[in-house]
């Protein structure tokens, strides 16, 4: 009943993954608001998610045995309800804590 809430929705989606895709990280293919970032083991997504909290952003570790050992990731997912400032921020931290762990190039 609210088409522009459908659309930010999926701006807002498209502008995170493609961020996340430009900082160097690997998201999957999802093709929905929930994107995984691939960390690979279980202690770094862990790590990757206590760092960000820590940096104010909530972000759940995905870990064995509800994927593979070696597929463990974080799963992010966007709302219609974040704003730009918010994304940037998460979009920040993602990028500091990323390089922190060797997950991106910096």
């Known amino acids: ?7 930010r929705l999926w701006s807002n989606t498209r502008r995170f ?5 430009r900082l160097g990280f ?4 999802s093709e929905t608001p ?11 997504a862990q790590r990757f998610s206590d760092r960000l909290f820590e940096e ?7 870990v064995f045995p509800t994927v593979a050992l070696d597929k463990a990731r974080i799963r992010t997912i966007v709302t ?7 994304l ?10 990323g390089r922190e762990l ?5």
């Not at 993954?17 to 895709?21: I, N, R, V, Y």
């Not at 929930?34 to 770094?44: E, K």
């Not at 940037?88 to 804590?97: C, E, G, H, I, P």
């Open 88 to 97: 940037d921020l998460a979009l920040a931290a993602f990028d500091r804590v």
């Open 1 to 7: 009943d609210e088409p522009e809430l459908f659309e």
């Open 34 to 44: 929930i994107t995984p970032v691939m960390t690979g083991d279980s202690a770094t």
């Open 26 to 29: 690997d998201i999957g293919h």
């Open 56 to 62: 104010g952003v909530f972000a759940q570790p995905i």
């Open 17 to 21: 993954k493609a961020e996340l895709a």
């Open 102 to 106: 060797g997950l991106t190039a910096g």
């Open 80 to 86: 219609a309800a974040h704003t730009d400032e918010q």
